[in-house]
C-alpha cells in the first residue's frame, strides 16, 4: 500500500510540475506584451519601458522567469496583478475560491442524495416505468447546457415569478438557482452511472448465492449490492471533478456569482493573465489532488487493487 | 463499402503475389471483416434509439447542406423594426434583438455544430491514437513521456483551457475546431494505449515483425485497426461533448464570431435581453439538447454493438 501512495504521488507531483510549465509556455504565446497592457495608453520613454520591463522581470529569458514564478508559487505567493494593479493574486484567488467551493460542496451533496437513490432504484427495479422515466430523463439531462437552464431558471424564477434573484450572492436565495444549475447535470450523469454499476453487481454470483442462502432481499441489496456498487461511483464522482469545475466557470459568469470562474472569465477578457495562469494553475492541482485521493479511496476500499 | 473494398484489394494485392498461402488468409479476413461488419450493423439497429439518432443526424446533416434552400430568410438580414418579435407566422421562431429571424440562423447553426463536433472529434481522434499507439507500442521510457502528457492534460480544467487558448489564438470558427480538437486527445490516447499494450503481444505482430516490417508498418497496418472499436464508441459518445463545449465557447464570446450563426452566440444574445425578450434564447438551446442527445443516442448503439459485454 506504501509503495503503491508512494508511487501516486511522484506521478501526481509531476504533473503538477508539467502542467505549471504547460500553463506558463501558453501565456508566452500571448500577444502584446504585459508591459503595453500595464501602462495603457499613458506615454512612456524607452528607458521608462525598460525599466517597467526589468522591474516586473520581463526582460529575463522565458525558463528564468518561470523558475521565479514557480519559486514563489511554492511558497504561496502568486505574484500582483498586472491589470488590476498592485492587487495580491492570492487574495484575489482565496476570496473567490470561498465562493466557488460553497456552491459546488452544496451541489455536490445535493446531487449525490438526489442521483444515487434514483439510480439504484432504477437498477433494482428494471424496466420498470420509474426505470424507464428517470433513466429517459437522465439521458435528456446529460444533453442539456448547463448554462441553458441557467437562462430558463433565471427567465421563470426571477422575471415571470420573481421569486429568486437572478444575480449576485446577497442572500441565502441566491443560492438557489447556481446551486440547482450545477446540481441538475451531475444528478443525470449520477443517476445512470449508479444505475449501471448496480446492475452489473446485481449479476454477480455473490448476489445469487445471498438469494439462495435465503436471505431477506433488503439485506442482499444492503449489504451486499450497496456496498459494492458504491465503489465505481466512488471513482468517477471522483474523476467527475474536472467536469464539475469546467462547469462552474459557465455557471458562475450567467450568474455573476462572485467565485473563480468569474473571476477567470473577468480575467481573461481583461487579460489579465498572471490571475488567468494563477486560476488554472490552482484549478489543475485541486484536480491532480482529488485523482490521487480518489485512487487512494479505492485502493483502501477495494483490496484487490492494492494488491495489484 | 466500395472504398473499403479497394483499399483491401490494394493491401492484399502484392502478398497474393509473392505467397499464394498469404493471399487467401487475407481474402478470408476481409471476408471475416466483412461479415463482422454486417453482424454489427444488425446489432445497432435493434437499438431503436441509436437508428433515431443516426436519422436525426442525417437529417441535420441535410439541414446544413441545404441551408440556403430551407432557411425561410437570410440570417444575416437585419430588420431594426422587427427587434425582439414574438414567433409569427411570417417568422416562425421571431425574431432576435436586431431583428434577423431566428429559424433561419438555427438552420445555418447546424453547420457550426456540426463542422466543430466532427472537425475537433477527428482532430482528437488523430492526435489520440497516434500517441497512444506509440507509447504502447514502444513502452519503457516513451511510454512514461507520453503518458505524463495524456495525465497532464486531463489534469487541466477543460473549459478553462479552451477559454485560455481561444483568447491567446483568437476567437474563430477554425480556432474553435483547433483547439478543441488539440485539448481533448487524451482520452483516446489512454484507451488505445491500453488496447496496443495487449494487442502488441499476439502472434500475428511477432509474425509480422518476423517477416520484416517495420514499426511504423506494424503500428499503421496490424495495430492500430484492431484498436479502433473502443475509439469509435468513445468519439461517437463525445461529439455531443465538442458541440456543447463548442456553445459554451461562442456564449462567452470566444468561439465563432458574430455575426455567423452559432447556437452558442444566439443564446449570448438571448441572456443579453433574457427580460425584454425571453423567447430569444429558448430555441437555440433545445437545438443543442436535440442534436446532443442524438449523437449521445447513436453512441449508446454503436456501444452495444461493438461490444456484446456491456448490457446497459
Keep these: ?308 | 463499402m466500395s472504398i473499403d473494398t479497394t483499399g483491401a484489394i490494394r493491401e492484399t494485392g502484392p502478398t497474393e503475389k509473392s505467397t499464394p498461402a498469404a493471399g487467401t488468409l487475407a481474402t478470408q479476413g476481409v471476408r471475416e471483416a466483412r461479415s463482422n461488419r454486417n453482424q454489427v450493423w444488425r446489432r445497432f439497429v435493434r437499438y431503436k434509439p441509436g437508428v433515431f439518432g443516426l436519422v436525426f443526424i442525417l437529417l441535420l446533416i441535410g439541414c446544413a447542406l441545404a441551408a440556403p434552400l430551407i432557411a425561410p430568410h437570410d440570417p444575416f438580414e437585419i430588420h431594426m423594426r422587427l427587434r425582439g418579435h414574438a414567433p409569427s407566422s411570417e417568422y416562425l421562431l421571431g425574431n432576435d434583438s436586431i431583428g434577423r429571424d431566428i429559424l433561419s440562423r438555427l438552420i445555418y447553426g447546424t453547420r457550426v455544430a456540426l463542422i466543430v463536433g466532427i472537425g475537433a472529434t477527428a482532430i482528437a481522434v488523430t492526435i489520440g491514437v497516434t500517441v497512444g499507439a506509440i507509447a504502447g507500442y514502444f513502452g519503457g521510457w516513451v511510454d512514461f513521456v507520453l503518458s505524463r502528457l495524456v495525465d497532464a492534460l486531463m489534469a487541466f480544467p477543460l473549459l478553462a483551457l479552451l477559454l485560455t487558448l481561444s483568447a491567446v489564438f483568437g476567437p474563430s470558427l477554425r480556432n474553435a475546431v483547433i483547439v478543441i480538437g488539440c485539448s481533448i486527445w487524451a482520452s483516446y490516447a489512454r484507451i488505445v494505449r491500453a488496447e496496443v499494450l495487449s494487442l502488441r503481444e499476439f502472434d500475428y505482430v511477432l509474425a509480422a515483425r518476423a517477416a520484416g516490417a517495420s514499426d511504423r508498418r506494424i503500428i499503421a497496418r496490424h495495430i492500430v485497426p484492431n484498436a479502433l472499436g473502443p475509439v469509435i464508441v468513445l468519439a461517437s459518445l463525445a461529439i455531443g461533448g465538442v458541440i456543447i463545449l463548442e456553445s459554451a465557447l461562442s456564449f462567452l464570446g470566444l468561439g465563432v464570431r458574430p455575426p455567423t450563426p452559432s447556437w452558442g452566440a444566439m443564446l449570448a444574445d438571448g441572456r443579453e435581453f433574457l427580460r425584454r425578450y425571453p423567447h430569444i434564447a429558448i430555441a437555440p438551446g433545445i437545438a443543442i439538447a436535440v442534436t446532443v442527445l442524438a449523437f449521445n443516442l447513436v453512441g449508446d448503439g454503436l456501444r452495444d454493438a461493438l461490444d456484446p459485454r456491456v448490457t446497459d
Excluded: C
Excluded at chain 1, 474523476?239 to 455557471?251: D, E, M, Q
Design chain 1, 1 to 308: 500500500m506504501l509503495s503503491y501512495i508512494i508511487n501516486r504521488l511522484f506521478q501526481g507531483a509531476i504533473v503538477v510540475v508539467l502542467v505549471s510549465i504547460l500553463t506558463f509556455l501558453v501565456m508566452q504565446a500571448v500577444p502584446g506584451s504585459p508591459v503595453d497592457l500595464m501602462i495603457g495608453k499613458q506615454k512612456v520613454s524607452i528607458e521608462q519601458r525598460k525599466a517597467i520591463e526589468h522591474k516586473w522581470g520581463f526582460d529575463r529569458p522565458w525558463y528564468d522567469q518561470y523558475f521565479t514564478w514557480a519559486g514563489n508559487l511554492v511558497t504561496g505567493n502568486m505574484g500582483e496583478s498586472v491589470v488590476r494593479t498592485g492587487e495580491p493574486v492570492s487574495s484575489m484567488i482565496k476570496n473567490a475560491a470561498l465562493m466557488t467551493l460553497r456552491l459546488n460542496v452544496l451541489s455536490f451533496f445535493i446531487s449525490i442524495a438526489i442521483a444515487i437513490p434514483i439510480g439504484m432504484l432504477a437498477a433494482i427495479k428494471r424496466y420498470s416505468w420509474f426505470d424507464y422515466g428517470s433513466m429517459l430523463g437522465a439521458t435528456i439531462g446529460v444533453t442539456i447546457p448547463n448554462y441553458w437552464i441557467a437562462l430558463m431558471g433565471i427567465v421563470l424564477f426571477s422575471v415571470k415569478l420573481g421569486w429568486l434573484p437572478p444575480y449576485g450572492a446577497d442572500s441565502w436565495k441566491s443560492y438557489i438557482l447556481p446551486v440547482f444549475v450545477l446540481a441538475f447535470e451531475e444528478i443525470a450523469a449520477l443517476a445512470r452511472l449508479t444505475r449501471g454499476a448496480t446492475m452489473e453487481v446485481l449479476g454477480q454470483d455473490y448476489v445469487t448465492t445471498a438469494r439462495a442462502k435465503g436471505l431477506k432481499e433488503k439485506v442482499v441489496i444492503s449489504r451486499h449490492v450497496l456496498r459494492n456498487a458504491l465503489l465505481p461511483i466512488i471513482t468517477v464522482i471522483g474523476y467527475r471533478i474536472a467536469f464539475i469545475l469546467s462547469g462552474t466557470i459557465v455557471v458562475e459568469t450567467v450568474f455573476g456569482w462572485p467565485g473563480m470562474g468569474r473571476l477567470f472569465f473577468d480575467s481573461i477578457n481583461r487579460l489579465d493573465y498572471q490571475v488567468v495562469q494563477a486560476i488554472v494553475l490552482v484549478l489543475s492541482i485541486v484536480i491532480v489532488v482529488v485523482n490521487i485521493l480518489t485512487d487512494l479511496t479505492y485502493a483502501l476500499i477495494d483490496p484487490r487493487v492494492r494488491i495489484r
